[in-house]
């Protein structure tokens, strides 16, 4: 009865399209004909289905690990629609040939204009699957093709041998724990090849339809309403709606809480190390090696500069005491100019930093459930090209003592060079700690003023200037201090100045600006900030503080919340707004305008 059509759906539909043509007089008659039809791409929410069909049985019985191989190939192009893309399709043919006279067929159909291929598919949902598996799954995911029918029906034949054995093993030996787990394997089987038999003739042939009709309709909107109705299949990206098809498998059919796509692509760093051997492995591989120029020989590059000299000359001239020779003033101060060197600047060490890495990943598992980041947003630094574009300066959100460290973590995590750190003096109080924290690349500077405050300033404005034209990545808080009550806080422009005039002295190609918003759950000092915006002394730096902060261990400080945000050219900052905006034949910018238009103090 059915002839060359695969099922009774297919034979019905025709059967129905025959008998309009027959029957429907002066009737206007629009005919949309939808191919595979799937979860929808956006409406009512990305990924929502409420039954299992066609393609949707296909990766379900896939992700499940109940099908396993079926009669195709991975090559051919599987024509398949959103079903709110169908949805609209029908509300918009309605409006576009409501006074049409002929007999209109419209193919909502992808195959055309963007085909989507079984091997895309298979890429997408088996993979989501085993990293998402059910708690009904029967097995591991694991799918493919067999062209030849004969092949198919031998590996069917083969994964039926053990079954039919341990169902007859379970009869001998009458457990009724094997008869039951047998049964349930037996009915696996059947279900798997009856879905394979069923769906084989879509995924053995291919078709492609044409969607002129569809183009019509498009047409037909005006531009509000093709903001609307999705009608543009070449919009449609596979690779995310696939993603959404499986996510909405789960949640809509199986009724397991999973994450959606959108936020499980921020993949959770906590996840990816593993076992303790694991965990080594990854400190000891990951992380771009870094060699900064030698403490030995920034000390002595720093004190001979000319700024440095200069300061030092200055205070030997305006000194007070006129008991201490100039001479001796000035040893006085070379003197102080290198104990300010020692305390100020770190001494980086990718030994020290992989072991940092190491016990961050402890400490971070213990306390928080997950640090989620957006992977792509860091895929630029892995080819950046510090010689063309200048080095990196962070600029993270401050909300915690951890900020600091965890930026250079995820760096570290991902194969990335890990910044040096503009940190507090308050560290500088537990010894052990600022050993760490100085070999992983944390530089201190003092916020109090103090007796030779243009000598301290002249050394770090060195200092910061070097390690830019050395290749170093740097990372500081523009906010100064911590926010307490969760908002921004006024911006400190000290260092900013310094990496500005780095620039404009055309000491630097360029420097790229990075924004970095770091959101927690709740930050470990959270019990600590009302007593400070009350007016209580914050808490000073100690060892003793450090040990009594262990039972935070026992705590859970729910997630992270991570952007790296598109760099911010100072090049091109300027050419925007500075003095030779407009100007294509300017060959040297004018520096001293420039500094106009960046509105920062001075630190000279």
Known sequence: MLGTYPNTYTFTKALCERLLLKRKGDVPVTILRPSIIGAAAKQPVPGWIDTISAAGALYFMAGLGILHEVQGNLNNVGDQIPVDYVSDAIIVAAAAFAGSKNINVIHSASSTKNPLKWSLAKK??????????????????????????????????????????????????????????????????????????????FTANEWFFATDNASIMQQFCSPEEQKIFQLDITALEWENYLEYFCWGLKTFILKEKVEPPSEAKHMNLLEKQGEYLAEVQWALTKGQNFYPRPNAEMKSIILGSNRVQNAITKLVKERKDTKITEEDYFKRLQHQAENICEAMFAKYSMPVIRFMAWSMNKFLKTIYEKIVIDETSLEMFKTYDQKQSGPLVLLPTHRSYIDFLLVSYIFFSHGLKVPHMAAAEEFLSVRFLRRLLRASGAFFIKRKEIGSMELYKAILYEYVQKLLMDESWIEFFIEGSRSRAGKMLAPKFDILNIVADTYFDQKLPDVQFVPVTLNYEKVIEAESFPFELLGEAKLQESLRRVVKSAYLLRQNFGRIYIEFNEPISLKTYTEKYGANR???????????????????????
Not at 135 to 162: D, W
Not at 584 to 604: G, H, L, S, W, Y
């Open 124 to 201: 997408i949902v088996i993979p989501y699957f085993n990293e998402n598996p059910s708690e009904k799954r029967v097995g591991k995911s694991h799918f493919t093709m067999f062209e030849n029918p004969k092949v198919l029906k031998g590996v069917q034949v083969a994964r039926r041998i053990p079954v039919h054995a341990f169902n007859g093993v379970a009869k001998v030996v009458r457990s009724p724990a094997m008869i039951k787990k047998a049964g349930l394997l037996k009915r696996v089987v059947e279900r798997s090849e009856s879905v394979a038999k069923s769906f084989s003739h």
């Open 582 to 604: 407009g100007k294509t034949n300017a060959i040297k910018p004018d520096t001293q305008e420039m500094r106009k238009c960046f509105p920062i103090f001075d630190v000279n």
